[in-house]
């Protein structure tokens, strides 16, 4: 099998016709303001519920069809993705990119902006449940499982160390023991940073360190606030559909 692999989607809304379907889709159809101020906030919600299209929005991957983005008060909505990372933005996609040709200790290096010291690379690899030893020189090819790239690019976040971290559900395809292990990355990125970490998980576990829950539905807001206050609410309505499933 060939190793191909996509690099980028661009959406060029100014090639799409006003009356297209594309520009009647509605992710977000009522969210009139979310503010994040250095802390660790979480998206929930029912596949669908638009919670991957708010992060790509973040990004710069899709564009809004209306409203601002502010960084740091600055408007980044018309700025790209690489414009949106120099300012200070790090996306961890739901299915990690590969960087065919290059090696572990080469990209995190390329993440962090400078060139880091073996034992450097070979903590934050540790970190995040890999054996340093064998990963440091590895290309991120088709050799590497889903779980293993994403934990690689969690590493990459942890390396860049920027004001804004998004995380695109980080616990696909890791095991028990790296997702234990990656709550205490979240945190100590947090710690170190100060800045704003934001996290679209479907993991009832990852939900005890957050500092705010942000439940999506349908594109809407359901509900937004303190996850001791949200997370009883969801464990409730969780328990009552697996009740509701077995009847």
Sequence with gaps: MNDQFIQGIIFDWNKI???????????????????????????????????????????????????????????????????????????AFQQPVKFKGLKVKDLMSVASGKTLDIKGICDILSEVGLCARDYINRELNGSLSGGELKRIEIAMIK????????????????????????????EDLHEKTDGTILIISHQERILEIADRI?????????????GEDVIPELLYKSSMCQKLSRD
């Design 17 to 91: 016709d006003d009356d297209s379907y594309l520009k009647q889709i509605e992710a977000l159809k009522d969210v009139e303001r979310l503010e994040f101020q250095n802390s660790i906030n979480f998206f929930v919600g029912e596949n669908g519920s638009g919670k991957s299209t708010l992060a790509k929005i973040i990004a710069g991957i899709l564009k809004p069809t209306s409203g601002k983005i502010l960084l740091d008060g600055e408007d980044i909505t018309d700025l790209s993705i690489t414009e949106r990372a120099n300012k200070g933005i790090s996306y």
């Design 159 to 186: 390396a860049r160390a920027t004001k804004l971290s998004v995380f695109d559900e980080p616990e696909a395809g890791i095991d028990l023991w790296s997702f234990n292990s990656l709550i205490h990355v979240f």
């Design 214 to 226: 942000i439940v999506i539905n349908d594109g809407l807001v359901e509900k937004s606030g303190k």
